[in-house]
Structure formats: structure tokens, C-alpha cells
């Protein structure tokens, strides 16, 4: 079949997922660190967790001169995802045309249950003729 290998004109990249727009684990971690670098040359001493974690002492710090390296790799991975999300189909579109193509399916949604309730409707009266009718019929 010529239609399962032609893939759906609005379908996401297959490079596209929801890690490559999550910025806030790889930036609570920064921020972790550099908390815990604060906290350590402030003098403040907090009780650690159980098991540990970034702001545990002896653990990984950062100063404020550090962030801007730290932080590197988020800035590359969110410029990633605004191409990607830039590259998406139907985003140069404008508010008002995607509003009017919500008022276009909200139209078609109504008549085609309006058609569905039609066809409850009559499928319904036929059942009830067929049993005034009376008759042998074969029960399934």
C-alpha cells in the first residue's frame, strides 16, 4: 500500500520529542549547584538529604563566574528546540486563521452529530415498526 509509507502531512519529526523541549531537569540542576556553592562559602551548613544529592557537601558547586559554561548546553539544547519547533508544519499560520478553522471543525463536529442522532433516530422508529409488526423472527 502507497498510503501506510507517505507519513501524515502534520505528523511531529521523529526527532521531535518531549526531552528535546525539557530545560527545567537539566536547569534545577544547575541551579542546585549553584546553591549549594553559595551555601558553602557563606558558612551555611544545612543537614544533607538522606542519600545525598548535588547540594550535598563534598558534592559539585558553582560559582555565579561558572554559570554561563554550566549552562551552555541548555542554551544549545533550547535553540535546538526553537528550530525544530519552527520547522513544525502550519506555524506561520495566524491566530485568526486557526481560529477560523476551529469555528470550520466546531460546524462539522455539530453536523455530523446531528447526522448521528438522525441515524439513532430512525434506526430506532424501524425497530419499533418491526416489532408492532409482530412476526416470527429468528432471535441471534
Request: no cysteine; proline share 8%; net charge negative.
Amino acid at each position: 500500500m502507497a498510503s501506510s509509507t507517505v507519513p501524515h502531512p502534520l505528523a511531529l519529526p521523529p526527532t521531535f520529542s518531549p526531552d528535546t523541549l525539557d530545560a527545567l531537569t537539566e536547569l534545577s540542576l544547575v541551579l542546585a549547584k549553584v546553591r549549594a556553592g553559595i551555601q558553602s562559602s557563606s558558612g551555611i551548613t544545612t543537614e544533607p538529604a538522606p542519600g545525598g544529592g548535588a547540594g550535598a557537601p563534598g558534592g559539585p558547586t558553582l560559582s555565579f563566574k561558572e554559570v554561563p559554561g554550566a549552562t551552555d548546553g541548555l542554551k544549545h539544547k533550547l535553540q535546538r528546540a526553537r528550530a525544530q519547533v519552527r520547522a513544525l508544519p502550519d506555524m506561520d499560520r495566524t491566530i485568526g486563521e486557526q481560529t477560523e478553522e476551529i469555528r470550520d471543525l466546531e460546524t462539522r463536529i455539530r453536523t455530523q452529530r446531528a447526522l448521528l442522532q438522525r441515524l439513532r433516530d430512525e434506526a430506532a422508529s424501524r425497530e419499533g415498526k418491526e416489532e408492532a409488526a409482530g412476526g416470527d423472527k429468528m432471535e441471534l
